[in-house]
């Protein structure tokens, strides 16, 4: 094995270069507007290091203080011009790499990054980099970098570019009164902005609040047409687990391997290995993509990456997981999860799904594949500069975010979450598993980003007591959350996907949540 580290890492980095140009492709307009940004930034528009030429401590990257370097080191940088809307956005990537005899770098590869892909040329710029940079006389503890030496440094780089703005606090709003509320706070939207007439983007809105449901629209959406729900998938996923340990099928220590075809990954020789709720809990050290990932057309990217190529990914990589492992949201992670479920249950992800989660919650509005009747009311998706791109279809990933929905199936989903129950009558085994199964989905399992803790996919923020979660595809966008404790529920589907200015899906959902509260809501005025 260790003799082929070198192979393998350069065949890591070759796949993880080529994932990351064809999934930047995909986004090219909006990463056209980060190479501008860049262009200001010291760290990726330095100069390149002549090989002859004298070097500097801090070239190429010369926000690195090149005395102080360590095995892991933190590069801040700023982003003048990019950040979330609501107030702060981050980008980080690892890489490992090792000096050679001249100076150069060799066997770049990419250990981690966040978030990708939409910021997929940070990660590309990270590695430019690293390539540029020449070691002698680079001095750690003291003493030249030796030759060969393997070294890790990791970039992040975060700013708060747009100052949050929040809009006045009002009284708690009803569901009756939501729509006109944000009909006003959208001024500026519905006017001259994301949503005005000229625009060809819309968004769907499903609230309940005390029993109270409600299902609108601005912009061109229609109030039945369906959008790609991108990562909320996972929180399907994640209840098909709970459900199947509520049926006595599994457990939350069965490993991931005994759900796979036989022989597919052998066990690992030692230490732990990955089990069912490290997947569920993104805490099973597997990377967000799996580094065979290259498709045929970067405009549908998923497309061609079925279970073959994901079990030859596990092969060659194994179930082993980290004897402490982090949060670390993983895509591969839950498309591993719903496969290995279906497999278990001798079908595939959609069957497994409609027969066990959308035939029981009434929602036959949502699959993974849509009749002829969807596909018409399937709105078109668009770019963050408004351009249609083409939709997304995922086979073997299909658990980590294939599902098209409507929002008012949506809805549906989120009060069975509310609620804790599939229907108002409770009176069969399989009603009384599915609702143990939605109360298992919100256990809180562990830490995720910042204070945020993970259930079953569900992320919790202790602040709002609410339970939520984003996605986004190429060309959509969307957020859903609930709180049990405050008895509301929401989802927001956009036909556009996350922008430098933010998650706009996110935002308005966000807001809603604020305006039931009666507190501070961000303010919706400059989209």
Not at 190 to 207: E, F, W, Y
Not at 511 to 522: C, L, V
Request: hydrophobic content about 40%; proline content about 6%; aromatic content about 8%.
């Amino acid at each position: 094995m260790q003799g082929d580290h070198s192979n393998s890492t350069r065949r890591r980095a070759a796949g993880s270069r080529r994932l990351l140009c064809l999934l930047a492709a995909a986004t090219s307009r909006f990463l056209s507007a980060v190479v501008a940004v860049c262009a200001a930034w010291p760290l990726l528009a330095a100069e390149p290091v002549k090989p002859d030429a004298p070097v500097q401590q801090q070239q190429p990257l010369d926000q690195l203080n090149t005395s102080e370097l360590k095995r892991i080191k933190t590069v801040e940088a700023n982003f003048p011009e990019l950040a979330l809307r609501q107030g702060m956005l981050e980008c980080v990537v690892e890489l490992r790499f090792t000096v050679l005899p001249d100076g150069s770098t060799a066997d770049i590869e990419i250990m981690h990054s966040e978030p990708v892909p939409l910021f997929a040329l940070f990660e590309e710029s990270a590695i430019r980099a690293v390539k540029q940079w020449r070691y002698e006389p680079v001095i750690r503890n003291g003493q030249p970098v030796a030759q060969g030496t393997e070294v890790a440094i990791r970039f992040t780089g975060k700013k708060t570019a747009f100052p949050v703005t929040y809009g006045d606090p009002i009284d708690p709003v009803s569901a009756a009164s939501m729509e006109s509320v944000l009909r006003r706070d959208l001024d500026q939207a519905l006017s001259n902005g994301v949503l005005s007439a000229s625009s060809p983007i819309g968004i769907a809105i499903g609230i309940v609040h005390d029993d109270d449901r409600r299902v609108f629209t601005f912009g061109k959406a229609k109030p039945d047409a369906i959008f790609e729900i991108g990562s909320i998938t996972k929180t399907f996923t994640g209840l098909l687990l709970a459900l199947a340990i509520e049926q006595g099928e599994v457990k939350i220590d069965t490993p991931v391997r005994e759900l796979l075809p036989p022989d597919t990954v052998a066990k690992p020789a030692t230490g732990s290995e990955i089990m069912l709720l490290d997947l569920v809990t993104q805490h099973s050290g597997l990377p967000r993509m799996p580094d065979n990932f290259d498709p045929k057309d970067p405009s549908n990217p998923y497309a061609d990456y079925d279970s073959t190529r994901l079990y030859e990914f596990l092969r060659a990589h194994g179930v082993a997981k980290p004897a402490l492992p982090e949060f670390l949201y993983s895509n591969l992670g839950f498309g591993l999860l719903g496969q290995a479920l279906a497999n278990h249950a001798h079908t595939d992800y959609p069957a497994l799904l409609k027969r066990s989660v959308l035939n029981p919650f009434g929602m036959r509005e949502t699959a993974i594949t849509l009749d002829a009747d969807q596909q018409r009311r399937f709105i078109q998706g668009h770019d963050a500069d408004c351009r249609p791109v083409p939709a997304w279809d995922l086979t073997a990933l299909a658990g980590a975010g294939g599902l098209r929905s409507t929002a008012a199936d949506m809805l549906r989903y989120l009060e069975a979450n509310l609620r804790q129950r599939a229907t108002d009558a409770e009176t069969t085994s399989d009603g009384r598993r599915l609702a143990a199964a939605l109360a298992r989905s919100q256990t809180l399992q562990a830490d995720a980003d910042g204070t945020l803790k993970i259930g079953y996919a569900w992320m919790y923020d202790a602040a709002t007591e609410t339970y939520q979660h984003s996605g986004a595809t190429g060309g959509y966008s969307s957020f859903a959350f609930f709180s049990p404790k405050r008895n509301y529920a929401g989802i927001v589907l956009a036909n556009v996907t996350l922008s430098p200015r933010g998650r706009f899906a996110e935002t308005v959902g966000k807001h809603i949540g604020a305006r039931f509260a009666g507190e501070k809501p961000i303010s919706l005025r400059d989209w």
